[in-house]
């Protein structure tokens, strides 16, 4: 079993669906809960980071120092996806479907377009390469928080598949995807583009705002998209509350078998609350 790898090779040509949520859970309302979406039918995400500007200090006829400066480019990437999607490339616009019939129109390229925010998981096949785990099958895991808007398909040409083209703009964040902030002390930075690591299965997101309204018990629960690859005994699922982690068993269970956590009474969130669940699942 893979745990805690910093080494790891991945593969370069097969994705697993990314998946994502809206930050800020614009779409999720008190007492509702969202996985997010998942981006169907991923091809490739050709993703960059601009290199270091380089300033040459120069003097006697030849170089005396150089200094390193990050660029003022942004990171992003261009994902295309082999099904198109025409409600996510409306959300992604800010436009709307219209309806005509048996037809749902879907514009491309508006006069006025307002991409949305939110992170974004990309799960790639990975192995592990660290001493003890070399070789064990695992996932490679990228989390970015971005902006994110339709392009169109790609050329059309006979014979020749064709894909839906995606472009995003990665904005650099102070916290991670589920709220915890950054700091000098435990992360040696406070902001990043990305963050990466390694899995031994791949990982989701899942959201709950609270309410003021209580289970039969006194509890609270929702359900995950997919079956948690094990329950809150293990490091396979995680919960914060408004950036802070909960105790496994103290302030929520998950049951893998209905994909249910349930938030303990006294402790579950309050109105407005954000309970954010990081959880690996597994893929049968």
């Known amino acids: ?21 809206f930050d800020d859970v614009g779409n999720v309302a008190n007492g509702g809960d969202s996985g997010g979406f998942i ?49 996510l490339a409306a959300a992604s616009q800010g436009t709307k479907i219209h309806t005509i019939g048996d037809w ?7 006069d006025m377009r307002t991409p949305i925010q939110m992170w974004w998981l990309i799960n790639t096949h990975g192995k592990a390469q660290d001493s003890g785990y ?10 970015a928080k971005l902006q994110i808007s339709y392009l169109g398909p790609s050329g059309l ?17 102070d916290k991670f995807p589920w709220g915890q902030a950054l700091s000098v002390s435990n992360n040696g930075a406070t902001t990043f583009d990305v963050f990466e690591f390694f899995a ?13 309204t209580n289970g039969t018990d006194g509890t609270q629960e ?34 893998p078998s209905t994909k249910t956590v349930e938030m303990t009474a006294g402790v579950r969130p309050l109105a407005g609350e954000e309970l954010v669940v990081a959880y690996e699942y597994v893929t049968t």
């Open 222 to 255: 929702f359900t995950l998209d997919y079956t948690p690859a094990g329950d809150h005994s293990t490091n396979k699922v995680r919960a914060w509350k408004n950036g802070t982690l909960q105790t496994a068993t103290t302030h929520y269970t998950v049951v």
């Open 39 to 87: 981006m169907a039918g991923p091809k490739s995400v050709e993703m960059t980071f601009p290199e270091l500007e380089r300033v040459n200090v120069t003097g006697g006829n030849g170089r005396l120092s150089t200094f390193l400066f990050e660029s003022q480019s942004e990171s992003g990437f261009t994902f295309e996806s082999g099904i198109t999607d025409l409600a």
């Open 1 to 21: 079993m893979a745990v805690n790898i910093e080494k790891f090779t991945r593969h370069a040509g097969v994705l697993r669906s990314p998946s994502g949520r």
């Open 134 to 143: 070399v070789g064990d099958a695992g996932w490679h895991v990228l989390i």
């Open 157 to 173: 040409s006979e014979i020749n598949p064709h894909s839906s083209r995606y472009s995003a703009v990665i904005d650099p964040s």
């Open 104 to 110: 749902d129109i879907s514009g491309i390229r508006p």
């Open 200 to 212: 031994e299965n791949p990982v989701a997101l899942h959201v709950y705002i609270g309410d003021s």
